[in-house]
């Protein structure tokens, strides 16, 4: 069985912790698009772990984790990350692949990400500032360089020399900060020493893997209105977040994929700018008044909203969402009342899909249904029939109005606190 899992929301639905339930019963999981952009969250016992480019199976003893073509690495964050699992006692030797043909991550990339943003002022994407915009700006420019030159010193270190040359032009036309070649081809080599015994052709091994009956779980970063293709343009990251991403950037074809899993909170989050219909301040100061609600890999408060079933309706068309995940019951344990998205008025229209126009889009007014609240903690359910009756009713209803089967329901942060329905 090899099973596609993608957030169907903007982002941080809760994809790290639904992996970690599903790597029970599956060998390899495989990263397949974005970089350390993303921050999925797995709490196991007392222990809380945030994973930026290593895959959220790693914590599963025996498991194979794989950093696909399609992903974006920075080597010397991968590293730091690797030393930081190990420091707490989690090795990555013997299950970590990561792809020849995956694009380097560099500073000029960071620094490039960070003066563009300043340029755009008013209208800045709120990005992560982690370099991802134009390291894959690299590759589709043709000018990437990937991890497979990490093995070649002297190519390397060739084509880094260029690569900053050019980039400090850009650099410094832009007012942003050169770099200097021999300090970053130093400490991209001591990171290339770390990682080459990991670097092959993971194209092959997957599909060896496939054919001898591993299954698969390809982990999805970001949401799928983060999509570069079908999300809120420009405010969006630079890949393609949504399920066919899972077939570009890690050469398993469409033929052997079986499901796809959509991620989606009880509510709506979004980190970074750009429109999100639904927002609601009222559940953004409940949520962070509880303490939730702040990015894993920034630490910047997210914006809250309700529910977007227009929104989750366009994503269960576009990834093709078998089954669904809803994560974070427990955040609306609280409230009397809790609304859902369920059409938009545009300009007096009503209509059941989002616009692509960006402007159009901003223009939306929600049209809500309100469902009765359960007030009554949730956390401790582990069966959808002990669950309060409005409660059932609530996840029945967002199922239905995104068009996809309710699967899976998690009620808090641990491992334990997720069911099936
Ligand atoms: P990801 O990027 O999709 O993996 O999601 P993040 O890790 O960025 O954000 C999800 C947050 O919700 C993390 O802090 C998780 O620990 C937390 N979380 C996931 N599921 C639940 C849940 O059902 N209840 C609670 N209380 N927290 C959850
Ligand atoms: P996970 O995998 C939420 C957002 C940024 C910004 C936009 C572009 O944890 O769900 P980028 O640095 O990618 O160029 O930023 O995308 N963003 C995320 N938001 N979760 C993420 O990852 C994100 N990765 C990027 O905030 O709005
Ligand atoms: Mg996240």
Known sequence: MNTILVGAQFGDEGKGKIIDVLMENTDVVVRYQGGNNAGHTVEVGKEKFVLHLIPSGILRPGRKCVIGNGVVVDPVALVEEIRGLESRGITVNGKLLLSENAHIVFPFHRNLDEVREQHRGKGKIGTTKRGIGPTYGDKAARTGIRLYDLTQPK???????????????????????????????????????VLAPFITNTVIWLHDAIKRGKSVLFEGAQGTFLDIDFGTYPFVTSSNTTAGGAVTGSGVPPHKMDAVVGVIKAYTTRVGEGPLPSQSKELGDLLHGMG????????????????????????????????????????????????????????????????????????????????KGWQKSTSDVRKFGKLPREAQQYLKGIAELTGAKLHIISVGAQREQTFTV
Do not use: H
Request: glycine residues 6%; positive net charge; hydrophobic residues 40%.
């Open 155 to 193: 190519v390397f270190s060739a084509k880094l020399k260029a690569r900053i040359k050019e980039n400090n032009a850009i650099l410094k036309s832009l007012g942003g900060k050169p770099l200097n070649f021999a300090k970053v081809n130093k400490d991209y080599l001591a990171a290339a020493k």
């Open 292 to 371: 939730r609600e702040f990015g894993a890999t920034t630490g910047r408060a997210r914006r809250c909203g309700w529910v977007d079933s227009v929104a989750t309706r366009y994503s269960a068309m576009v990834n093709g969402i078998d089954y669904l995940a809803v994560t974070n019951l427990d955040g609306l344990d609280t409230l009397k009342q809790i609304k859902v998205c369920v059409a938009y008025t545009l300009d007096g229209k009503k209509i059941q899909f989002p616009p692509n126009d960006i402007d159009a889009l901003a223009r939306c007014k929600p049209v809500y249904r309100t469902f």
